[in-house]
């Protein structure tokens, strides 16, 4: 009987270190998705409006609905339909959310430096801020058909999203980018020895 007992309790050992592992690959698997999820549907943008000669609109959105509240990220592309004589018109091209563990949120803890956000962009205080030192909506994107990105006032959007999972810092991926080409950049939150974090691609 004791014999047993030892036997079941090492079982008990080794089924909870297995499903505590798991977890963190599927919570690491998460994170990942969210990032690529983001990365990829801004080269599509940014390539859509390359091959179309046309401006695509690349909008960062985060909307809270139901009971209990839930908050869903997600990024929607359109193409923008230059009207000079009055308002443009915007046709839905496609909307990606992200995994549903994942919001676009800028976690506490993270790196708030000029010389620690990636790219050295803004300070962090903001979730989603492609306008930084410049004006218009932060949230949006306007592809050119030359390649560069520019904010809803028409200055170059350089910036970063921020990805987590609310409550879970080193769960924190970010997608920089430079608005003079267009190029962006993934990146993720790793924990140093020291006890802080910085950023990593």
Excluded: H
């Amino acid at each position: 009987m004791v014999e047993v007992l030892v036997v079941l309790a090492i079982l008990g050992v080794l089924v909870t270190a297995a499903v505590f592992q798991v977890q963190s690959t599927i919570r690491a698997a998460s994170s990942n998705t969210a990032a690529s999820t983001a990365l990829n549907q801004m080269q599509r943008a940014r390539q859509r409006a390359i091959d179309d000669r046309a401006i695509y609109r690349l909008t960062f959105m985060k909307i809270t609905s139901g009971s209990p509240p839930v908050t869903v990220s997600s990024m929607r592309l359109e193409q923008v339909l230059l009207n000079p004589g009055g308002p443009n018109t915007y046709i839905l091209v496609g909307n990606i959310a992200l995994p549903t563990d994942m919001q676009f949120v800028n976690a506490s803890g993270i790196p708030t430096s000029a010389a620690g956000t990636p790219d050295g962009f803004g300070d962090g205080s903001q979730a989603i801020n492609f306008a930084v030192n410049a004006g218009g909506d932060p949230t949006m994107i306007y592809f050119q058909p030359d390649g560069r990105a520019l904010t809803q006032t028409g200055e170059i959007a350089n910036g970063v999203v921020y990805i987590a999972r609310p409550g879970d810092l080193l769960s924190s991926r970010a997608i920089s980018m430079y608005g003079g080409t267009g190029r962006c950049k993934s990146w993720r939150l790793i924990s140093l020895s020291d006890g802080t974090t910085a950023w990593a691609t």
